[in-house]
């Protein structure tokens, strides 16, 4: 037996069809041999908040070990995993093919899946995960709405933490007025002197561009029809991410169904699928695909999806940019966010800014600590800021005017982090790469 894996890790589709796979007691066996080998190894002790309370659990028992750990306080692990996938894509030397078989993100998936199937899942954090109808409500009311998540509305918020678990402090996603499919109906003219002419995209807007920031697929739009790109925009629903951390694995398969056929015709019509979000384009890439095995569907549209940053970086390489980058005054400091790293296709974001000329590309590659909804819940956000001080710190020692993540939520945190470290010193301006991109480009204003 080798000690660790020099092999590309391997993951096995997920049996949640198999009644086995919601066996509480066949579950904490498993996470005991789990935990154990994670309790000997603790390379991962940094990467989130699930290991140090693993460790915390052996080293305060009686023996030091996982034997004098009764299983039942397992829970408060499991509920700090974020499913970032980071411990399984860049850490752990146990995952598969290696014969330990590690896979700490769905075991803590599969016990979730269990909570929900003994309807242990909390109400409001179940309303919490209909990105579609709370966005869809909430843009019709979008200054009301809000106003009312505004964390410095003293009337307002403690009422959202007491019923909802929301943290006061925590920064929460404003909503548009406008959906990206609405102000996306006049598609920008396309550059046919451009080296990328005669590409075309189909934009899956995914929940956070659809709902509260159309900007940034605006911003995206603009770029790929300046290098020649036609594109169009479509949004069948949620991509089940929210669904997938509260182990609704069935909620996720439908809406793989629903969105993977949806978006077939335009494969049909030569089109490319781009998932704006980075946790977006993993479940269609890799997460769907592990989910619904043997759907040819989900397998095609996986095999026909990029993240946005991916894509671009992909033209400049094979055909080349059309002209007119111009510097962003100052730097950038870029986070490459954890579903962007699970991806397993580089620091696309900043291969992406590094295209800018003449402009300081800084990279942090930690977790911001936010976890999709995680992070702004009650118990959590202390500790999600925590988690995140690190690129915080980074970014307020570069000293750079730009932050920027492909994650909005990311982005969002970390800025928050930045305030309580900076004191009085000016924010930088948060920004998704491709809204900065656009910039250069001068296709968006600065």
Not at 148 to 154: E, I, P, Q, V
Not at 159 to 170: E, H, M, T
Not at 273 to 294: G, H, N, Q, R, T
Request: negative net charge.
């Amino acid at each position: 037996m080798a000690e660790g894996s020099l092999q590309a890790p391997i993951r096995h589709p997920i049996e949640w069809q198999n009644p086995e796979f919601y066996d509480m007691a066949v579950i904490e066996k498993e996470m005991h041999r789990v935990f154990d080998i994670c309790h000997g190894c603790r390379r991962c002790f940094n990467l989130c908040d699930s290991f140090p309370r693993l460790f915390d659990l052996a080293d305060n028992s009686a023996t030091g070990e996982l034997d004098a750990v009764d299983p039942k306080d397992y829970k408060p692990v499991v509920d700090a995993c974020t499913l970032c996938d980071l411990c399984f894509m860049t850490k752990c030397p146990y995952v598969p093919p290696h014969e330990f078989n590690l896979d700490f993100p769905h075991l803590m998936l599969r016990y979730r899946a269990a909570e929900l199937a003994e309807g242990k899942l909390d109400k409001v954090n179940k309303a919490l995960t209909h990105t579609d109808r709370n966005g869809k409500f909430a843009s019709l009311v979008a200054p009301i709405a809000n106003w009312a998540s505004d964390r410095h509305n003293g009337l307002t918020r403690p009422v959202l933490q007491a019923v909802a678990g929301i943290a006061r402090d925590a920064e929460l996603p404003k909503y548009a007025g406008q959906t990206f499919q609405q102000r996306a109906l006049d598609a920008p003219k396309v550059n046919c002197d451009a080296p990328g002419f005669g590409r075309k995209a189909v934009l899956y807007a995914t929940c956070f561009v659809e709902f509260n920031d159309p900007a940034i697929g605006l911003a995206a739009r603009a770029i790929l029809a300046h290098n020649g790109v036609e594109t169009e925009v479509a949004y069948p629903a949620c991509c089940g991410m929210p669904q997938l951390e509260a182990g609704d694995i069935a909620d996720v398969a439908d809406r793989a169904r629903t969105v993977s056929k949806a978006l077939q015709r335009y494969i049909d019509e030569g089109y490319e699928v781009i998932a704006l979000v980075p946790s977006c384009a993993l479940m269609l890439k890799f997460e769907w695909p592990l989910i619904l095995p043997d759907d040819p569907d989900v397998k095609r549209l996986s095999e026909h999806t990029s993240d946005i940053s991916e894509y671009i970086v992909a033209i400049a390489r094979k055909e080349g940019l059309a002209p007119g980058l111009e510097a962003l005054p100052g730097g950038v400091t870029v986070h490459i966010a954890c579903h962007a790293r699970a991806q397993n296709m580089g620091q696309k974001a900043a291969e992406l800014l590094r295209l800018i000329p003449d402009t300081k590309i800084d990279v942090v590659e930690r977790c911001s600590g936010h976890g999709g909804s995680w992070g702004v819940m009650e118990g959590n956000f202390e500790v999600a800021l925590k988690v995140g001080r690190p690129v915080a710190r980074a970014a307020v020692n570069n000293e750079n005017p730009f932050v920027a993540s492909e994650c909005p939520l990311a982005a969002t945190h970390i800025l928050q982090g930045i305030e309580r470290l900076a004191g009085d010193a000016p924010l930088p301006a948060q920004a998704h790469p491709v809204q900065l991109f656009a910039q250069a480009y001068g296709l968006v204003g600065g």
